[in-house]
Nanobody, 122 residues
Framework: QVQVVESGGGLVQTGGSLRLSCATS????????MGWYRQDPGKQRDLVAG???????NYADSVKGRFTISRDNTKNTMYLQMGSLKPEDTAVYYC????????????????WGQGTQVTVSS
């Protein structure tokens, strides 16, 4: 079993900051890539930021320069530092992890967290 748990969401005013965390635990050898996604009701889930096991990152254009993704491999935890928040950043934020159950990354499995609500008031 693998558990993926997000935390850190909440209500913040426009221009404020939040830091989300995503902790992974359970039957894994290591974590491959990780990513943050967000979803509004009735809309598709979109990628916000991703990070590979080597630390390479990518961001949605809408958050570049405002959000920073990072990971602590010793804790199997990923973070999303969000700054200069805007009302349009309001959404449920989900963490996706690709875990490996072998040293050579030949057995990869995808897991999602339950989501954490971020609300930015104007």
């Amino acid at each position: 079993q693998v558990q993926v748990v997000e935390s850190g969401g909440g209500l913040v005013q426009t221009g404020g900051s939040l830091r989300l965390s995503c902790a992974t635990s359970g039957s894994i050898f290591s974590i491959d890539s990780m990513g943050w996604y967000r979803q509004d009701p009735g809309k598709q889930r979109d990628l916000v930021a991703g990070i590979t096991r080597n630390g390479n990152t990518n961001y949605a254009d809408s958050v570049k320069g405002r959000f920073t993704i990072s990971r602590d491999n010793t804790k199997n935890t990923m973070y999303l530092q969000m700054g200069s928040l805007k009302p349009e950043d309001t959404a449920v934020y989900y963490c996706k992890v690709i875990v490996s159950r072998s040293p050579d990354y030949s057995r990869l499995y995808q897991y999602w967290g339950q989501g954490t609500q971020v609300t930015v008031s104007s």
